[in-house]
């Protein structure tokens, strides 16, 4: 027992997306091995990973979580603009009335197994309602840009439009969808059967003790949290892959990965992207590695240069290793990683807070961001050209490593069992 404090049975109730799983194992593997029995409930996509972690894995049973979740090719296009309030308000009941549902799935079995305290995605609203019926300790898992009201209260417009995605086009606008964006949850809690839900839970419920995957000074707003939140850092708890394929040849060329995340891929709507980057790097002295997703038929793939190597899986954190540019989504673990091995990134984000988090890496000098929908041959050609050249942007990447060497999942246990001792957790 870590200084005197008892061992516990702890739930943890996931989001089933490798951004939300995988940098949470980490935190699992490292609790089980201080003596915590932890239950995860997640999908069987998960199961493997949940259980080499130490969990003992739970499955969801709603139908829309029972599987990995993934998006849509509309959901993807829609979310590459701004909405309006209305489209937000189904959103969010649907959003609603999923938690709902999800409460009344495991209320009963989590009762039973009677946990000394609950840990949850941040996006995993069903895990805060959970700690309120049951008045258990709630801890929020953030693998994403965290989010207080207070920054609602200092920077609406920002918070509206780069959380949101809602289009605020003057001040009346603002103040009324601000207005509206109080009222609308409370007019469905009652009819859902839920307490306290706010219009920002939708994208973020934090707990008692809230947990962030992300290097504060990447964090906006990092000076408006109170303690409650805790910046660990990055989290690169290693991934057993079984991978023994090579990068490409042995030459001194440069290499650039291209990987626009596990869960687009799989729609097949990037094979425009792709045909873009044939042409952009194809006579290239380069060597590129481009992942395509695991539902991606490599054979149907045509007219693929001959400096390239396509693959439908890549561990990342081992090809970063020796990659002089990432071409990627956006995607928080993906940037942090890049960051962590000073490789300059060439953003392309599609969906989500995958647009603030490009504006942030731009902002530090660790890369370009461009625009997938009008991306042309010569751009993507230019940005990496760029990246390739300018040595300030790997200078930056380095003064901005982080000091946890990726280690965060470490120092978030530690968090945990300090909260533990202050709330006399058993």
């Known amino acids: ?40 409930y997640s999908s069987d996509y998960f199961r493997e990973a949940i259980e080499k ?3 003992v894995f739970r499955r969801y049973k709603h139908p829309e979580l029972h599987t990995e979740l993934e998006y849509t090719h509309d959901a993807v296009v829609h979310s590459q603009r701004l909405y309006d309030l209305k489209h937000f308000y189904g959103g969010l009941e649907g959003s609603m009335k999923i938690c709902s549902e999800m409460v009344r799935e495991v209320l009963e079995e989590v009762e039973k197994d009677n946990p000394a305290y609950i840990i949850h995605d941040s996006t995993a609203h069903w895990g805060k ?19 207080c009201d207070r920054i ?35 007019a469905l809690t009652q009819k859902y059967d839920l307490t306290h839900f706010k219009s920002q839970d939708k994208f973020l419920c934090t707990g008692d003790l809230n947990i962030v995957y992300v290097d504060e ?13 805790k910046f660990v850092g990055p989290s690169f708890f290693q991934r057993d892959t079984c991978y023994t394929r090579s990068f490409g040849d042995s030459t001194d060329k440069p290499l650039l990965y291209i990987s626009l995340g596990s869960m687009v891929n799989k729609l097949g709507i990037y094979d425009h992207f792709y045909e873009l980057c044939f042409e952009a790097f194809g006579e290239q002295d380069l060597r590129v590695v481009l992942n ?33 540019v990432f071409i990627s989504h956006a995607g928080m673990n993906s940037v942090s990683e890049s ?13 989500g807070d995958q647009y603030y988090v490009a504006e ?3 902002h530090i000098g660790a890369g370009l961001c461009l625009d997938l929908q009008t991306l042309d041959a010569a751009q993507l050609r230019s940005a990496v050209e760029t990246l390739l050249k300018d040595p300030t942007y790997r200078e930056n990447c380095k003064s901005f490593r982080t000091a946890n060497s990726g280690n965060g999942h470490k120092e978030a246990a530690d968090e945990v069992f300090r909260f533990k001792q202050v709330h006399s957790i058993v």
Not at 339 to 351: A, D, E, K, R, S
Request: net charge negative; charged share 20%.
């Open 129 to 147: 309602q959970l700690a309120r019926r049951l008045q258990l300790p709630s801890i929020a898992s953030i693998t994403m840009f965290a989010f």
């Open 53 to 55: 972690a130490g969990a």
């Open 292 to 324: 395509v997703g695991t539902e991606h038929d490599l054979s149907s793939m045509r007219n693929v240069p001959a400096n390239f190597q396509m693959t439908n899986f890549v561990p990342q954190l081992e090809i970063l290793k020796s990659t002089d």
């Open 1 to 40: 027992m870590p200084g005197g404090i008892a061992m516990s049975k702890v739930i943890f109730l996931g989001t089933p997306l490798h951004g939300h799983t995988y940098p949470s194992l980490g935190l699992i593997n490292e609790l089980v091995n201080r003596g915590e029995q932890v239950i995860y």
């Open 360 to 362: 942030r890496v731009e």
């Open 152 to 186: 609602l209260e200092l920077h609406p417009r920002t918070v509206l439009e780069k959380l949101f995605r809602i289009e605020v086009n003057s001040s009346d606008q603002l103040h009324d969808t601000l207005r509206m964006l109080e009222l609308i949850p409370k």
């Open 217 to 229: 000074r990447l964090q906006p707003y990092a000076e408006l949290f109170d303690d409650s939140f």
């Open 339 to 351: 960051i962590h091995f000073h490789v300059p990134l060439l953003l392309l984000p599609q969906t």
